[in-house]
């Protein structure tokens, strides 16, 4: 069975508070789990391996250390992408892979349309980061991926885990370590893990049928569209895809500014907004 690391520190406990506080803009929403991300990242890299290197100081040679191994990190898309600065801040030498999640409506099953892994991965050490360990369905099925591409040592990177998902990630892949803040309580009719999230504007990559919105470069933003409209209110519509897919944001209403025309994440123009 995999291991479970559950980080109890002061700072973490005061910023998931911050994140589910209703109050909680998109902005400090977004700052917030980087920092909380780099507080398990600092956990999550306590093991890694090093090895002596010769140094000269000021004063004389000496011995110092250097990280003995190849670290990757493999947000899955689009949320995950909020947890990478909290790596890179203390590895900036790692790599970034992307794979994105969406589900499959024939089979209700997570697929991966998206990915650039690094080469050279089968001998990294890899984390995998996504804010919300839910259904576990995303995490299963990009560690399946990974390891197709020749992947084997990983730590799964979550803000906050479900006992259904911990379970699920476990079931799969024994072999994979789990880093987590807290794990909530079980799952409720519509798969969510409460209490939920202050705000929409990033929350868990697991497959779901709400609304994804990207910018004008038609790259991710990585961070969820609003559940409303930001043109009039509306709420999204099911099913609409994500900007590789070039499938318009619209929202349940058809009156003037019934189009999102600006990104959520960045504000640049949408690039679907001349669709209707």
């Given at each position: 069975m995999s291991t479970l690391i559950v980080v109890d520190h002061p700072l973490l406990k005061r910023d998931l508070t911050l994140l589910r506080r209703r109050e909680t803009t998109h902005g400090q929403f977004r700052q917030i789990v980087a920092e909380a991300a780099a507080i398990l990242a600092y956990e999550a890299l306590r093991d890694l391996a090093v090895e002596p290197i010769p140094i000269e100081t000021p004063l004389e040679p000496t011995t110092g250390y250097r990280l003995a191994e190849e670290i990757v990190v493999v947000p899955i898309l689009r949320a995950g992408l909020g947890m990478v600065d909290g790596f890179v801040r203390f590895v900036p030498e790692a790599r970034i892979g992307h794979l994105g999640m969406q589900r499959d409506e024939r089979t209700k099953q997570p697929v991966d349309y998206y990915s650039n892994i690094p080469g050279g991965i089968e001998s990294a050490r890899v984390f995998v980061v996504d804010p919300m360990l839910a259904t576990g369905g995303s995490a299963v099925q990009a560690i399946h991926h990974l390891k197709a591409?020749?992947?084997?040592?990983?730590?799964?990177?979550?803000?906050i885990a479900a006992p259904e998902g911990i379970r699920a990630l476990q079931e799969a892949h024994p072999d994979v370590r789990i880093v987590t803040a807290v794990v909530d309580r079980g799952l409720d009719e519509n798969a969510s893990s409460g209490p939920d999230w202050a705000t929409p504007a990033t929350a868990s990559s697991e497959p779901e049928d709400k609304a994804?919105?990207?910018?004008?470069?038609?790259?991710?933003c990585g961070v969820v569209a609003p559940r409303a409209c930001a043109g009039c209110?509306?709420?999204?519509?099911?099913?609409?895809?994500?900007c590789a897919e070039r499938v318009a944001f619209r929202c349940d209403r058809r009156g003037p500014g019934a189009r999102q025309r600006l990104c959520a994440a960045c504000g640049r123009p949408d690039v679907h907004a001349g669709a209707g």
């Open positions: 591409h020749g992947a084997r040592r990983f730590t799964f990177v979550c803000l994804n919105h990207a910018c004008a470069d038609h790259s991710l209110g509306g709420a999204a519509i099911a099913g609409a895809r994500p």
